[in-house]
């Protein structure tokens, strides 16, 4: 595997559900990132690790609980979601203190909540 | 009103045409960044700019950053250029991208 990839590409939940979304990559980087794409908005920044820590929480309702066991792993766990959460989350990775701060997005994982 | 402002939201052309999406920021930045993200959502970075100019292949990006805008032109535009564009801003001092909400393009053949 190659890059940054995330499973499960497609995740349908109902409200009460308790669900992850799992993110790994493979180019070596420190920092990892979830953001979210809903329909018609631009992509919003929800968590930034860096080196295992979190750095950033974007004002995140607590029903969406990040983790990150590894400057390679990052998860997203999910639960109680509402259908407002319905989106695609997408995962990136870059590498801090280097010459560039290019990050390398995954394919993301389309979320339904119903 | 955004941070970061694109135009426009939609582009439709015919294959062939020279191509240009405009990216607008109010913040101080470090880089822009322009993404390309095709169906299915997958996003690919394309470039990331301080100053200047830069040209990949058919693409090329410009910055003007004492006018805070930015540009991106797709050159003899293909079927396959169509995708979402995306500008997005890396925040000086922060380490996070504030994006614009993307130009959808569509070239027809």
């Known amino acids: 595997e190659t890059g940054v990839t995330q499973t499960p590409r497609h995740l349908v939940m109902g409200m009460t559900n308790k669900k992850s979304l799992k993110c790994e990559q493979h180019?070596?980087?420190?920092?990892m990132y979830w953001y979210k794409q809903s329909a018609k908005k631009p992509l919003e920044l929800m968590f930034v690790?860096?080196?295992?820590?979190?750095?950033e929480n974007n004002s995140v309702p607590s029903r969406f609980s990040p983790e990150c066991p590894n400057s390679s792993h990052l998860f997203l766990h999910l639960h109680t979601l509402q259908p407002e959460d319905s989106a695609l989350y997408l995962c990136?990775?870059?590498?801090?203190?280097?010459?560039?701060?290019?990050?390398?997005f995954g394919p993301g994982t389309r979320l339904t909540v119903l | 009103k955004n941070e970061v402002e694109q135009s426009p939201q939609n582009l439709t052309a015919q294959e062939g045409e020279f191509i240009t999406i405009n990216c607008s920021y109010s913040?101080?930045?470090?880089?822009l960044h322009w993404l390309q993200q095709h169906p299915g959502g997958g996003i690919v970075s394309l470039f990331m700019?301080?100053?200047g100019k830069k040209k990949h292949g058919r693409l090329i990006a410009t910055i003007n950053i004492q006018e805070k805008h930015s540009s991106l032109h797709i050159t003899a535009s293909h079927p396959r250029d169509s995708a979402v564009y995306i500008c997005?801003?890396?925040?000086?001092?922060?380490?996070?991208?504030?994006f614009g909400q993307g130009t959808r393009l569509t070239i027809n053949p």
């Open positions: 700019l301080s100053s």
């Open positions: 690790y860096n080196f295992k820590e979190q750095t």
């Open positions: 997005a801003a890396s925040i000086q001092g922060a380490q996070k991208l504030v």
């Open positions: 180019l070596g980087h420190n920092a």
């Open positions: 990136a990775s870059s590498q801090v203190g280097g010459t560039t701060d290019t990050q390398y």
């Open positions: 913040v101080g930045i470090s880089a």
